[in-house]
C-alpha cells in the first residue's frame, strides 16, 4: 500500500466517523421553533455580515449561531428559553442583550453603536446592552510559563513554526534551525502538551517547517517547568498550541502563499459547533526550496610525510525542492456540562529532492594541490501518523477536575543518497545510502486536580511514555578498482533504541496573604534499551541497558505588590536524555570527510535551575527581566577530531560542567495609537569545564574550560497606518561566545512585514522578507593542538513571501462555566497548559 492509498484511507474514515457523530447530535437534538430578527445600526441602518450569538443561560450546549445576510438579517432553530445574544461586526462595538425565547417568530430588531462612538470607558451599560472594548497583548507572563500570541506577528504571516520561533521572547532559531532558549539548545517540544510524532523523531528543522504558522494558536515558553511537567529538556519546554475553534457555527480561514525561494503553501482551520458536539479540521500543504551553504577551510599542523594534508578548503552547497502536507481533524463531544471526550487524528507527509555539490582543495607537504568533488543527489519520505483521545470530567464548579488521555503515534523516514566522487577529474567511488527510521510511541497520562479550602490546590498525576526507534541503515560504495559494490561494514547496521519512562507527581499551590507559593515533586523512573550490529566481523554486538531513577523537586513562589505587579522566585530541577542517535555507535554516513560518531556509553546531564523575576503589566505595557543561573553536571559537550586520513569526526561526551547566569529582559510596550514595541534582551554570562584526553583520537588533551559574556537581543516595530494597514520591522542580533578551543562571531539580520486587512475585515494581504540584508549566517573558528578550522554556515538566503487569508465566521465563543479562581495565578493567565 502506497502513501497516497494510506492517506485517502486515513482520511476517508475520519471524515466518515464525523459525519455519523453528527448525525448522531441532530437525531438527539430537542424540539426547536426557528426565530428570525434583524441587527441595524444607531441610524436604522441594516448590519451586514453581522455574527449573532445566543448563549442558553441554563445549558450551554443549546447555545447556537447566525450570521445576517446582505440585508442585516438572521434566521436559525433555537430550543425555548433565556438567551444572552451576542452581536459582533466590524467596526461596531460587542453588544449583548438578554431575551426570553417562548415561540417562533421575528424578535424584532437589535441596535448596535459603531466603533466611532466609544468613550473612555471600557465597559458601559447602555439600555440593557453591555459595550466591551478587548484588547490582547502578544506577551503576558504567569506564574511558571510565558505565553506568546503569534497573531499579532506580521514577519511571520504564511510562514512556518520555525519562523514563528524565531520571534518568541526568550527563543532564537540559530541558521541551521537550532532552536535554543537562554544560549541552550537542549529545548524540549511539545505539540498541545505532549510529544507529536509531528515533529519527527529528533525535532529536525524540516520538522518545524512543515507546521504551518497560521495553524499556531500560542506558544508557552516555560523556561523552568515545574515537577507537574516531565523533566527533559535543561533549558526548557516549548508547548506548541495548535488551533481548536470553540466557537459556535461554522468558523474558519484559508490561507495561500507565494515566495521566493520559490514557495507555495496553501492552509485552512475549520470548525463547526451545534449543541454538543464540535467539529474541527486543519490541514494543508506547500512547496518550498531551500539553500544551505557550508564552508569548512583547515590548517594542520603535524604533516610529517609527503602525502600529509597542510590544508584543506571545503564548500558544500546543497538545493532543496520540499513538499510537505498535513491534516488534522477531531471532535469534542460534551456529555453533560461537566464531562467532556475528545478525540483527534492527524497525518503529516515531507518530501524532498535534494541535489548538492562539496568541493575539497588540498594542498599537501609535497607541494602538490589536489582536489576532490563530491557529487550527492538524495531524497527524503516522511510519514507521520498521530491518535489523540481524552476524557475530562469536572466533579464540580470549584475546581476539582480528572484528565485521562492516550496517544498513540508513528512515524517513518526513508532517506537515499547517492554519492559520485572524483579526485582531480577522475571517478575515484560511488556511494549509496539507504537510512530507514521508524518511531512508535504510545503516552498515557491522568492528571487530577483538588482544590483545598479557598486559597490552596493539590494536583497529582502519572505518565507512561513508551518510546521505540528503529534503525536500519545500508552504505555501499564501489570504487574505480573494485567496480563491484559492497559495503561499509562499519557503517551498515541494524539497531534497536526503546525506552520507557513511568513518572508520577504531587503538587501543592496555596496563597497567605500576598504571597503565593507553590511546591512539587516529581519522580521518573526511566529504562532505555539499545541493541545493536554491523557488518564488521571485530565490532563486537550490543545489547545494553541503561536505568534511572531520578527525583525532581521543584519550588515556586510569587509576593503581589499590586494586581499585575509582582516578584517570582522559582527552583527547578532537570534532565537531559542524550538523544537515540547519539547512542549508535555510527549514526549516519552522507561524508566521509565529515562524519558523526555516537557514544553508547552517553549518560543523560543534569541541571539545577533557579530564576528571580519581576513581572509588571499595565494596559499600555508589560515589562519582565528575569535573573537566572542554571548550573549542569555530566555537561554534554562536542569533541571534534581527525582521523589519520584527516578527516574530521564529531562525538557527544560527558565532560564537566556548564554555568549559565543571566538577565533575560521581555518587554511590550504601545508607545502611541501607532506605534507598538516588543522586545527581548538577554545578557548572559557562561563557563565550561572540562578536558578531554584520549590519545587515541587527540594528539593532546583538549581544553573545553572557558569563560565569557554575550548577548542576544530582539527588537519588534510594529507602525500602525491605519485600522486596516500595519508594517513591522524586527531586528535580531547574537553576541559572539568563546571557549578555549572556538569562537563564534556574532551576527545579525533585519526582517520586514506589512498587513494589510481587506473585505471587510474577512481578508488579510500580508508581505513579509527575512534577512533582508542576507546576513544571517554562523561563523567560527576551531583551534586544536593538530588543526584549526574555519567555518561558514547559512541555512538558508534571503526570502520573500505573499500570502492571502481569507476568514469566515457564524459565531462566538462559548462561554465556558465559571470555576473556583485560582488565587495562585497571574491575573492575565489561565488553566490551559498541558500537565504532563
Known sequence: MNQTEIINIFTKKTLGLTFVLSAAAFAFGQEKVGISGTIVSKNNQSVPYASVTFSNKAN??????????????????LAPGAYDITVEAIDYKKSVVNKQITAAGNIGAFSIDPETSSTNLKTGDIQGVVITAPSTKPYKVELDKRTYDPSQDIVSKGGNLQDVLSNV???SVDTDGTVSMRGSSNVRFLINGKPSALLGIDDGANALQSIPADQIERIEVITNPSSKFEASGTAGILNIILKKSKKTGFNGSVTGTLGYLPQTNLNT?????KGNLTWFLNGGGGYRESKFTNRNNATYFNAVNPKDRLKADQESITNSKNDNYNASTGFVYDFSDKTSFNASGTV???????????????????GSAPFTLRKNTGSNNNLAFQGDFGLDHKFDDKGQNLSLSLSLQRSRSYNDTDVLQTDNNIFTLQNIIDQ?????????????????GENSKLEAGYRLDINQNTYDNDVSQRTAIANAFFFLPDFTYDALYKETFNAGYVQFKSRIGKLGYQVGLRNENSQVDIKYQNLNPLTPIIDKSKNYNNLFPSVFLSYEIAKDNQFLVNYSRRIDRPRSFFLIPNPSYTDNQ????GNIDLNPSYVDSYEFGYSISKSKFTVNPTLYFRHSTDDVKMVVYTDAQGAFHTKPVNLGTDDRYGLDLNFNW????WLKLLGNVDLFGYKTTGVFDDPQLVSKPLSFEGSGFSTRARLTTTFKVDKTFSFQFQGNYRGAQKSQNQDRKDMYSINFGASKTVLNGNGTISFNIQDIFNTRAMRSLTKTADFDRDSYMQWQPRQFAL????????????????????????????????PM
Request: charged residues 30%; aromatic residues 10%; without cysteine.
Open 436 to 452: 530507514n527510521t521508524i518511531n512508535k510511541t504510545l503516552i498515557g497520562k491522568a492528571d487530577y486536580e483538588l482544590p483545598i
Open 803 to 834: 500570502s492571502f487569508t481569507y476568514r469566515f465566521k457564524q459565531g462566538e465563543k462559548i462561554e465556558q462555566p465559571k470555576r473556583k479562581k485560582d488565587v495562585n495565578a497571574n491575573a492575565t493567565g489561565d488553566d490551559q497548559q498541558g
Open 348 to 366: 503529516r507527509t515531507f518530501d524532498s529532492q535534494n541535489n548538492g555539490t562539496v568541493d575539497y582543495n588540498y594542498l599537501l607537504l609535497n
Open 269 to 273: 482551520n475549520l470548525s463547526w459547533r
Open 169 to 171: 521572547p526568550s527563543v
Open 594 to 597: 565529515n562524519i558523526f560518531d
Open 60 to 77: 450551554k450546549l443549546f447555545s447556537d449561531a447566525a450570521l445576517t445576510d446582505e440585508k442585516g438579517q438572521y434566521k436559525l432553530d
Open 670 to 673: 504601545d508607545a502611541t495609537k
